[in-house]
């Protein structure tokens, strides 16, 4: 018997967990329908587990530099590499198993199985028709894999598989140095790895400031060298892979392939009933509405490709709720984009990239991190940062930055752009010492400089200017 719902949501990740979050505020007739695993990608093999893995390979890293501040013993560490393995996998199950909770044993409101559009509102789960009023597409992404080297598939890995492996292999490859590329290369080869990057564009982890980009490859090749502007070549020999990049060849165990991802709509049907496509494939939408064109259809999440990260996906799929049980469209203002690649140090941007308004002539401010004080104290003065302020107005517009704890400078500049504060806004607030934070003073304090004028002569709010204290 055909089942009616009001809302159907194909996906069970943060986009769609999400969307169900907003739906069930209106009603309770709705299904989420998922094939394959559940949990987030985020939590299953994404953000978290990767987070751990680096956490651990920079714990061991550290003992390289305990012996100068006088701790001794630190080369007697070493790793055990499955047991690395088998820690990663506890915590990404302790993550599984908390984004899940609730959902289990909801029979009401999940249903396994494969969907696929007869009509814009109706759908196939093997045999099961559902009948909807509206439909929200969050079926994720995938890794992509080049059909070309299926041969070699046994050993080759991508972020879907690694956190599988019962141990760490002697020798890898990474083929893409985006940000996964780039955090699971040098965690593997701070945990004893031998690593090879290979990317085929000229930058990694999306940097489009070439002072950034400089900096960024002079602290990662520490690690592991890296080879850009040239696309991989894999082979076998020997029972290993050939990877050739260039001039450059290994001879490696493993190939773990970072080459992005693609969205999961192949076996939706979607040209069946219509549905507008754009040049990439993807269905044509209102990013501030998450509408499907002229469709009852709403997508959300890493399907969407654009911001694969899961607030970005989690936002998504709240809007695409929320619309999907209100008659009235409502727009929603996307929040200020940032991103993160948790390397060390930290590779990142707030707002807009360098690339993106280079063209605008923005006044740049930076900072280095090699001599700035809480970062040497640290022992960990590497990095440097680059802010962008519009001329005219002296609002901040961007960053772009390879930093210690530069995680949480990005999202301070981040809330700072959103709210459109001005660099002589921000060289009013309060800046303790000594902090890694001192070093966006530091950036702001040259742009300020740059544009001159009175309000870049003295960084103190004046007594007529509005006041927090309760006693003013």
Known sequence: MDKHVDVAIIGAGSAGLSAAGEVKKKTDNFLIINSGHYGTTCARVGCMPSKVLIMAADDFHRRERLEEAGILGGEALHVDKRKVMSYVRSLRDFYVSSVMEGMSGDKTHNLEGQARFIEPTVLDVEGQIIRAKKVIIATGSKPVFPKAWESMKSQLITSDDIFEMETLPDSAAVVGLGVIGLELGQAMARLGV???GMGSSNTIAGISDPVILEQARENLEKDFPMFLNSRAELSQKDGKILAKSGSHEYLVDKVLLSMGRRPNLEALGLEAIGVPMDNRNIPVFDSSTMKIKDMPIYIAGDVVVDRAILHEASDEGRIAGYNAVHEEQQCFRRRIPMGICFSDPNIGFAGFRYGQIKDVDPVIGEVS?????????????NGHARLYASRSTGKLLGAEM????????IH???WSIQMQQDVFGLLRMPFYHPVVEEGLRTALRSIAKKIGGKRSEFEMSECYESCIDPLC
Do not use: C, D, I, Y
């Open 194 to 196: 031998n690593v090879v």
């Open 369 to 381: 991190f090699k001599s700035q004080g809480r970062a040497r104290a640290m022992r960990r003065n």
């Open 402 to 409: 390879v930093a210690p704890s530069g995680e949480h400078l």
């Open 412 to 414: 301070l500049l981040t």
